[in-house]
């Protein structure tokens, strides 16, 4: 409704009420203060977007302008060490060198004036296209901060308290966990487009591929004890405060038996070992609108070639499948390549994993907006109930809790749960860190993925 400044004091009102958390974890959390020098349409020329009236046409033009300006300086990443970008830099650290490949290098700023300086020289964050090429350099001793992948690890630990470090490099880094502020899960596409959304579309088949995932056995025996079993679209650390009374029973344990019989309940009969339609329909025990009579119960999987913990529960999950009749295509590719096709909408994949679920960042609180409503920006499944963009909305309109979002999420499946590990240092997880590194403020790896290496010092 108005926005009024004075200073370094901002002040918003809204025309409705809003939840107090998701204006501050979702809304304000992503106001990002520009410098006056970023107030330009051209190089050298000025505009009038920050001094203007707030709702003016005249100004919400100026703005409009430099936004568009800006943006499409943002997509030339050549520019980013410029002395236009650089002029809005008031953090601990200055960006020398940038590439499209994720090789960055910062120094400290001289000019910035905040309580917590930098403490080291250069800052490089280094790209790796798999775990195994992190893990040779961690074996070099050539990076200071990394992570391995837990198939490595030959003992268990929990996800507070490591157990033994992965031993060829035991004598040169320590080894850190923490809890991820994620949800770990493979999407279900839901999207018409795909022919074999006809089976997704039905509950009990989601139901019964949830049933045969066996988290319990994944997160002992391939992420070796690192890991949450996940229920619903909520952190598995997340407050009371937030989720509620959001019940944390798993609503599908794992059991194929139930799966079986879930699936043969609804007219599915086994033939040359797969699936097929016996009773068409759309009744409770029939096999649901859109199947024909005798069709096949196939679904294609991707997933993400670039860990081996993937692979062995990709393993794991699709051999469960199989044993009960469900006929599935595999397909992998690099992780890249598999978020841009499953998010295209295409009919290329029924299920989709790239490994790492979702990170609720920078929207921080984990309300359903993104993920489950119609034209959501991560809704990549098409996923679509009224009664989850209902919950949703009144956790975002008003002061309900999670609680019954995610509870209707946990038994509605929009998407598989998967066990949810903590396998990367800085979004949280299994963390190497060379002995000669200290920190200021210790080495608990931060849930949010907020690298903040001012602390760091030797």
């Not at 939840?19 to 106001?31: A, D, H, K, R």
């Not at 074996?139 to 992570?147: D, F, K």
């Not at 991820?180 to 018409?192: E, K, M, Q, T």
């Not at 002061?399 to 396998?423: C, G, I, Q, R």
Request: aromatic share 10%; hydrophobic share 35%.
């Amino acid at each position: 409704k108005s926005v009024t400044a004075s200073g370094n004091k901002l002040s918003i009102g809204f025309t409705a009420s809003m939840n107090p958390y998701w204006i501050l974890y979702n809304g304000l959390s992503q106001l990002t203060p520009m410098a006056d020098s970023w107030d330009i349409t051209a190089p050298g020329k000025h505009s009038t977007c920050a001094t203007g009236a707030f709702g003016a046409k005249t100004t919400d033009k100026a703005c409009t302008a430099v936004y568009n300006y800006l943006n499409g300086q943002s997509k030339k990443s050549t520019t980013f060490t410029n002395a236009m970008w650089q002029s809005g830099d008031s953090g601990p650290w200055k960006l020398t060198s940038f590439d499209n490949l994720g090789d960055v290098t910062f120094v400290p700023n001289k000019k910035y004036s905040g309580p917590q300086k930098a403490q080291v020289a250069i800052v490089k964050e280094v790209p790796f296209a798999t775990t195994q090429a992190e893990e040779t350099a961690l074996r070099a001793g050539s990076i200071s901060l990394g992570y391995v992948d837990n198939g490595v690890l030959t003992a268990n630990g929990t996800t507070t308290k490591p157990g033994a470090n992965w031993s060829p490099i035991a004598n040169k880094y320590n080894l850190e966990v923490g809890p991820p502020w994620s949800v770990n899960y493979a999407a279900l596409n839901l999207n018409h487009l795909n022919p074999q959304a006809v089976f997704l579309k039905q509950l009990y088949v989601r139901q019964a591929l949830q049933l045969t995932v066996d988290q319990k056995t994944m997160i002992n025996k391939i992420q070796k004890g690192y890991g949450y079993v996940q229920i619903n679209p909520l952190p598995p650390v997340t407050p009371r405060a937030i989720s509620g009374s959001a019940s944390t029973t798993n609503p599908y344990p794992y059991s194929p038996t139930k799966a079986a019989a879930l699936l043969k309940s609804h007219g599915w009969v086994k033939s040359g070992g797969t699936l097929v339609c016996n009773k068409v329909g759309t009744a409770a025990t029939d096999c649901g609108a859109g199947i024909t009579l005798h069709k096949k119960l196939a679904l294609t999987f991707l997933y993400d070639t670039g860990s081996p913990v993937t692979q062995l529960e990709v393993n794991t999950e699709v051999s469960a499948w199989k044993s009960l009749g469900i006929a599935m295509t595999i397909n992998s590719a690099p992780f890249t390549s598999v978020i841009s096709t499953c998010s295209s909408n295409s009919s290329k994949w029924s299920i989709c994993w790239w490994g790492a679920g979702w990170i609720y960042s920078p929207a921080i609180y984990p309300s359903g907006e993104i993920l489950f409503t119609p034209k959501a920006s991560f809704n990549i499944g098409a996923f679509n109930s009224s009664l989850v963009n209902t919950e949703t909305q009144q956790t975002d309109f008003g002061t309900a809790t999670l609680s019954a979002f995610a509870n209707t999420t946990a038994k509605l499946l929009p998407d598989l749960w998967e066990p949810n590990d903590t396998n990367d240092y800085v979004a949280g997880g299994i963390g190497e860190v060379i002995k000669s590194l200290k920190s200021s403020d210790g080495f608990t790896p931060n849930p949010l993925t907020q690298f903040m290496p001012e602390y760091y010092h030797y």
